[in-house]
């Protein structure tokens, strides 16, 4: 046998997973999402919110949910769904991972949408998982995309989706 190690072949990957399972691909009929999040950074943290009725007119702090920084303000929805860890009241769940993209693409001046950021509002919004697919368009499109390319799981008790979003860049508002 011959080994030949070839130094310039040699790649270093950080790349997460998504794993989605049909109703029709497991044998009692339900809908599952996972995925690995391939950071050594990431320790697992359990987050929760509440269902809410909000007064007329109030307003929404974004928050970037890797650095926690402030974005901006959005309008508050009338009532909002009770959230724990990745998964809201009505069974619609989401999945995350990043990979990457063409960077030009990540810049995008005055927008207060990160990957977290749609996640947890849509997951606070939707009631199934195709209202939480519109719900995040509908914000990247309102409120611009700041993050770069991310992959999202997206399940309910009958459906399971796989959202690729990628900026638009500096010129254009929002997302593909």
């Known amino acids: 046998m011959l080994f030949v ?14 794993f989605l399972i049909t109703k029709g691909a497991s044998v009692d009929g339900s809908v599952m999402i996972t995925y690995s999040a391939d950071s050594h950074v990431l320790y697992g943290e359990l987050y929760y919110w509440p269902s809410r009725d909000w007064p007329e007119g109030s307003m929404m702090d974004v ?3 890797d650095t926690g920084k402030p974005m901006g303000k959005i309008p508050q929805v009338k009532h909002t769904y009770s ?5 809201n009241e009505h069974q ?19 927008a207060i949408m990160d990957y977290g950021s749609l996640i947890y509002i849509g997951l606070q919004r939707a009631r199934t998982a195709r209202e939480l697919i519109k719900i995040i368009g509908d ?7 700041a993050s770069s390319g991310e992959s999202l ?8 989706w ?3 979003i990628i900026g638009k860049g500096k010129d254009e508002k929002g997302a593909v």
């Open 5 to 18: 190690f070839a130094p310039g072949f040699y790649f270093h990957s950080i790349a997460c997973t998504n």
């Open 63 to 65: 928050i970037e949910w």
């Open 83 to 87: 959230v724990v860890g990745n998964m």
């Open 92 to 110: 619609v769940a989401i999945g995350e991972t990043t990979y990457g993209g063409r960077s030009e693409l990540a810049s995008q001046p005055g």
């Open 139 to 145: 914000l990247m499109a309102e409120y611009g995309y």
């Open 153 to 160: 799981s997206i399940s309910d008790p009958n459906e399971v």
């Open 162 to 164: 796989i959202m690729e």
